[in-house]
């Protein structure tokens, strides 16, 4: 199989999609699913999986949840710090 490659925003080059992140913001931009680039090829796809459900689906964009490719590093400063509970959506929410 070959080398999907993908070009990130905000990256300069492409980069290996199995070494990237996609990543389910809800409304506030906080991340709340997580999994690793090769196991979809789009954000439909991503999608799809977080959110089986084609209702549920159309609910959450509407509400404005969002599916993003992120490099590891922005994993690591963008969703990371939701799934430790420590991230500023939730404070400016709460
Ligand atoms: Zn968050």
Same mark, same amino acid.
């Given at each position: @199989?070959?080398?999907? @490659? ?11 999609? =199995?070494?990237?992140?996609? *990543?389910? +913001?809800?409304?506030?931009? &906080? !991340?709340?699913?997580? @999994? *690793?680039?090769?196991?979809? !090829? ?5 999608? /799809? ?11 959450? +964009?509407?509400?404005?949840?969002? *599916?993003?490719?992120?490099? #590891?590093? /922005? ?6 710090? &939701?799934?430790?509970?420590? &991230? /500023?959506?939730? #404070? *400016? =929410? !709460?």
């Amino acid at each position: @199989m070959p080398e999907l @490659m993908v070009q990130i925003e905000g990256q300069p080059t492409p980069v290996r999609l =199995a070494d990237c992140f996609w *990543v389910l +913001t809800d409304g506030r931009g &906080c !991340a709340s699913g997580s @999994m *690793v680039g090769h196991s979809a !090829a789009t954000e439909e796809a991503a999608h /799809q999986d977080f959110t089986p459900r084609t209702r549920d689906r159309d609910r959450q +964009t509407r509400q404005g949840w969002r *599916v993003r490719l992120l490099s #590891k590093e /922005q994993w690591r400063q963008d969703a990371g710090p &939701c799934f430790l509970g420590e &991230c /500023q959506h939730r #404070k *400016v =929410a !709460a």
